[in-house]
């Protein structure tokens, strides 16, 4: 239903960017909040940012993405978008898309989750 892939590929050099786009069909994005999730090898799952479905457009951020990361939405192409600057070795993760939720300051993913896709941050 859903799907995420990274633009350029997911393999980018210490302090690159990268921009990764979610995409869905049979689902349409701007009716929920959607959100970017990662799990890197041998760790837990991390909430990373999640977009809000109202007009406001409000945004939540990871304390590990705040400053470098930016979430957004192009609705017109059923498209929600993470833009990813100052990439870190830390960064290495599958990154998954899904509708999110943010509760009492942590995020958490819901019903419809995208399929991964791997992001290698490494020199």
């Known amino acids: 239903l859903m799907s995420a892939a990274g633009v350029w590929g997911g393999l980018v050099n210490p302090g690159g960017s990268l921009r990764l786009s979610c995409t869905a069909a049979?689902?349409?994005?701007?009716?929920?909040?959607i959100g970017w999730f990662r799990r890197a090898p041998g760790k837990e799952r991390e909430g990373v940012s999640c977009?809000?479905?109202?007009?406001?457009?409000?945004?939540f951020y990871s304390n590990s993405a705040k400053g470098r990361f930016t979430i957004s939405r192009d609705n017109s192409l059923n498209t929600v978008y993470l833009q990813m600057n100052e990439l870190e070795v830390e960064d290495t993760a599958t990154y998954f898309c899904?509708?999110?939720?943010?509760?009492?300051?942590?995020?958490?993913?819901?019903?419809?989750w995208g399929k991964g896709t791997q992001v290698t941050v490494s020199s």
């Open positions: 977009i809000a479905n109202n007009k406001d457009g409000r945004t």
């Open positions: 049979g689902l349409t994005l701007e009716e929920y909040p």
């Open positions: 899904a509708t999110c939720q943010v509760v009492m300051g942590s995020l958490f993913g819901m019903d419809y």
